[in-house]
């Protein structure tokens, strides 16, 4: 089995495909890089905005138990928005710039799977969002709900888009190599060697080298035949 990758690495239609896959490798790392720049630079926005989307549906209850001084109300509205894995604390104030409450969670165990390509990408620092609370439809400002998240665990998807592609272009690039390669061996090496072996001689006295590739051989067995047409003549 050695002997025979030995063998193939040697053909031209092998370097041939290699240096075609070289090629799509280069141009797919640049396209790869391309499309998760773009997909950083959106899931940034995402987890800047990412607080108060969660908050959106709940302002409403929020700004009710703020007007009211309810902590009990808060305490819980807080716990249920906490429930969300990427946020570290829920903070409810009400306009006298009392806390009606606080709510901090443990960190998640996602964020230190994170591999080290992955928090290159992503900043480690939390992001912290500030939602006004409205009584509608006075207009009445009754104090502010505040959201710490943690990107990493927020952007857990992005990572997996990220090295999805990364593995796909691999995997592209292989499948590349290995069909390139048959098809280089059937359109080109056999055809080679089928023309070399109409012209190899075995008679004595033919000098021999190292044959490296198919092209090597063709033009060892033309050598051996002009030789053996010299010497008929």
Do not use: C
């Not at 290699?18 to 940034?44: C, K, N």
């Not at 691999?170 to 072996?197: D, Y």
């Not at 067995?221 to 003549?233: P, Y």
């Amino acid at each position: 089995m050695t002997a025979l990758l030995r063998k193939m690495s040697t053909r031209v239609s092998f370097k041939q495909a290699r240096l075609a896959v070289l090629v799509a490798v280069i141009l797919g790392s640049a396209g790869v890089a391309v499309q998760v720049w773009f997909d950083l630079d959106h899931e940034r926005a995402r987890i800047e905005n990412f607080g108060a989307q969660i908050l959106a549906p709940m302002a409403g209850s929020f700004s009710r138990a703020a007007f009211r001084l309810d902590e009990v109300v808060a305490a819980e509205l807080a716990r249920g928005v906490a429930e969300e894995p990427s946020v570290l604390k829920v903070r409810v104030v009400d306009d006298f710039g009392d806390v009606l409450t606080s709510v901090d969670t443990a960190p998640s165990t996602q964020a230190t799977q994170a591999t080290p390509f992955f928090s290159f990408l992503v900043s480690g620092t939390p992001v912290v969002s500030r939602v006004p609370l409205v009584v509608r439809p006075e207009n009445l400002a009754v104090g502010f709900v505040e959201v710490t998240v943690d990107p990493n665990v927020a952007a857990a998807a992005f990572s997996r888009r990220t090295w999805l592609a990364i593995l796909s272009g691999v995997a592209k690039s292989t499948g590349l190599a290995l069909i390139l390669t048959l098809l280089f061996h059937l359109t080109v090496t056999r055809r080679v060697e089928a023309i070399a072996a109409r012209y190899s001689s075995d008679q004595a006295g033919v000098p021999t080298h190292p044959r490296s590739d198919e092209l090597d051989e063709l033009d060892h067995a033309l050598q051996g035949w002009d030789r053996e047409r010299a010497r008929l003549s």
